[in-house]
């Protein structure tokens, strides 16, 4: 092993190489070996047309992650689990076609690298069937220069599947907390632990290089055997980074409450404002049974831990990030991903193993526009590639998912109070449209498969049948056809329709307290 500054990192990777990157948005992203590629690479014009490749996002929309290589010349292919957080320069160069673009399953690349790891000639899954993964569809496609066949559709024992062939890994740069003189590397203050250890054994296969960014270096012989999560005989070089470059997630540099090291009272967490979001939560948390493994999605979704707070009944709750995070309370908005007072925090292709096999009670996800047969699209809208994370393994697997969004978007202002509430402003756009730009979620495949689905929004709650989306729920003080019906680009089943819980629309609840007994 050696030390060795960012800017040296550049010069070893060879050009044409494929690197695997880890990190999940800005939680354990080696952030200073990437702005040491980026320095050198503009001061060289190497490493040339390399290929990169992540299960998750890597960065955040402004300054980190994939930021670093959106320079023409520099980069052929990027393929990723999400897009969303890669940064307006690599988004651009993936909508104007400048750069290959896939997008695959971000459970599907974790279980990816062990894959590759041991030698396997690659991955095969049912995830993603019926979506637009599938290369029936678009094959994870992201714009027309991404020709190259990265995932098959193959039948084996009677059964369709997909199959993701292994891809040969030069480098893998990956992140800890702390290396010691061997380069044994810790993952102490990192809020989870991903697939650090898989990237750099997928890596070693092929007799590539491991570069690890950390905290600090300590002398050999002083860490903990199991405190060890990536051995040193993995690992080619270290590099110290700058506390700015090593942020805990995109919002906190550091919070020993996110890695576990200290726990937090729950009612110190500031409860949710009175808005579509907490209207939503509220509404959202009546689909959770007492005991039952929930995961919970990014957005709106991560508000349902806070009602259950604010409610009393936090502790009734198991509840699941793919991350690999497990109990506690799950943080919102830009330190997403991780938790409060996590009960257990496990490697996040461990976690896709569970999911996978149907191992979560309900999921509540985000809902950014479905069409008349319950498809769902979260990863692409108006050419503007986001990606599908960790949702179509979460709801290939899901008994009880919930779709948790406003019911349009874009300028939509409400009042709520008094147990009512009102649209004072439409949003431009509508999400119930006729048919989504791209399926992440193929609702009559969950239909046929017996999936129960929810889709719950401020002013209405639908249910997905085999023949279509059924309005069950209107919220008080909203009126059906011009606030609903007339919000929509199709008609849905209209039968038997109640009137949410005006609790619900109220400054003080009490109805999931009183569920939870």
């Known amino acids: ?29 080696p952030e200073e070996i990437l702005q040491g590629v980026e320095r050198h690479f503009l001061k060289t014009g190497h490493p040339q047309m390399v290929s990169t490749w992540a299960c998750g996002a890597v960065g955040n929309s402004g300054e980190a992650g994939m930021k670093h290589f959106a320079h023409p010349g520099m980069i052929r292919r990027v393929v990723a689990g999400h897009f969303g957080q890669t940064g307006k320069e690599m988004m651009k160069m993936v909508f104007d076609g400048e750069v290959e673009a896939y997008n695959f ?28 993964v599938d290369p029936r569809q678009e ?33 893998a740069i990956i992140r800890g907390t702390v290396a010691d003189e061997r380069g044994n590397i810790t993952l102490d203050k990192e809020g989870v632990l991903l697939e650090q250890l898989s990237i750099a054994q997928a890596a070693k296969r092929w007799g590539g290089k491991v570069f690890v960014q950390v905290e600090r270096i300590v002398k050999a012989g002083s860490l903990h055997p199991k405190a060890v999560k990536v051995p040193g005989f993995l690992v080619d070089y270290v590099i110290v980074a700058q506390p700015e470059n090593h942020m805990q997630t995109i919002a906190t540099q550091f919070n020993p409450a996110l890695c576990g090291d200290v726990q937090v009272p729950t009612g110190s967490l500031t409860p949710m404002p009175l808005d579509e979001r907490k209207v939503i939560a509220r509404r959202a948390a009546l689909e959770v049974k007492p ?29 699941s990030i793919e991350s690999g995070v497990n109990g506690g309370i799950p943080a919102q908005l830009g330190d997403f991903g991780l938790a409060y007072n996590a009960e257990s925090i496990i490697e996040q292709s461990f976690q896709f193993d569970f999911y996978d096999g149907g191992g979560l009670d309900a ?30 393994n979460i709801t290939r697997s899901t008994k009880n998912l919930v779709f948790c969004g406003t019911f349009t978007a874009g300028g939509l202002e409400v009042a709520i109070g008094e147990g009512k509430l009102t649209i004072v402003k439409e949003g431009r756009s509508k999400k119930f449209i006729q048919q989504v730009e791209q399926i992440t979620f193929n609702g009559h495949d969950a239909a046929v498969r017996g ?58 609840w009490g109805g999931l307290a009183a569920l939870h007994g």
């Open 363 to 392: 999921s509540f996800l985000g809902l950014a526009q479905s069409d008349a047969h319950g498809n769902v699209n979260v990863s692409k809208f108006n050419g503007r590639p986001v990606g599908c994370g960790g949702f179509i």
């Open 139 to 171: 094959g994870g496609r992201m714009n027309p220069r991404s020709t190259a066949p990265l995932v098959k559709l193959v039948a084996f024992e009677g059964q369709e599947w997909l199959y993701y062939p292994s891809p040969k890994i030069d480098v």
């Open 1 to 29: 092993m050696q030390v060795i500054n960012a800017d040296d990192v550049g010069a070893l990777i060879p050009d044409d190489a494929t690197i695997f990157l880890g990190g999940l948005a800005v939680t354990s992203l």
């Open 105 to 132: 399953p971000q459970g599907s690349l974790s279980h990816l690298t062990r894959q590759i790891a041991n030698k396997s000639p690659g991955l095969l899954t049912q995830v993603g069937l019926g979506t637009f």
């Open 451 to 508: 999936q129960n689905v929810l889709f719950v929004t401020e002013r209405a709650v639908l249910k997905l049948c085999e023949d279509g989306l059924e309005l069950i729920e209107v919220a008080p003080g909203i009126d059906l056809q011009r606030d609903v019906l007339d919000q929509m680009d199709f008609q849905p089943i209209v039968r038997n329709v109640k009137v949410m819980d005006a609790g619900i629309f109220s400054a003080t």
């Open 291 to 319: 005991g039952s493994l929930t995961n919970l999605g990014i957005g709106i979704p991560a508000g349902i831990p806070a009602v259950a707070a604010e409610e009393g009944v936090a502790d009734s709750l198991t509840l």
